[in-house]
């Protein structure tokens, strides 16, 4: 049973940037994909970014490519979503989310995701 949680939210100004974390624990990162997911008040829960396990290339959704980075740290066992150049339309819950694959591509979606984290809190505002 894997354990997510996510950190590094906060309130940022329009053009800022952070680093979101999720910690994972009870499983191997390189038997999962990892997700990154965002749902925005009165709005749909959106995938945004994944990563795959075993070197696995990671895969940005359009809405935020060139501006959102998904990385991994195998030895502390996170990943990372780094978060560039936020506009208040990024302000949204962020979760994470796992699902076990040794498949080394991703498309972000649901699909599989298992396991969640409680979300951390992005408000974009000036």
């Known amino acids: 049973q894997l354990q997510l949680v996510e950190s590094g939210g906060g309130l940022v100004q329009p053009g800022e940037s952070l680093r979101l974390s999720c910690a994972v624990s009870?499983?191997?990162?390189?038997?999962?994909?990892i997700g990154w997911f965002r749902q925005a008040p009165g709005k749909e829960r959106e995938a945004v970014s994944c990563?795959?396990?075993?070197?696995?290339?990671?895969n940005v959704a359009d809405s935020v490519k060139g501006r959102f980075t998904i990385s991994r740290d195998n030895a502390k066992n996170t990943v990372y979503l780094q978060v560039n150049n936020l506009k208040p339309e990024d302000t949204a819950v962020y979760y994470c989310a796992a699902g076990l694959s040794f498949a080394t591509a991703c498309i972000p979606n649901e699909r599989g995701m298992n396991f969640w984290g409680e979300g951390t809190l992005v408000t974009v505002s000036s």
């Open positions: 009870g499983g191997s990162l390189d038997h999962h994909i």
């Open positions: 990563i795959a396990g075993n070197g696995g290339r990671p």
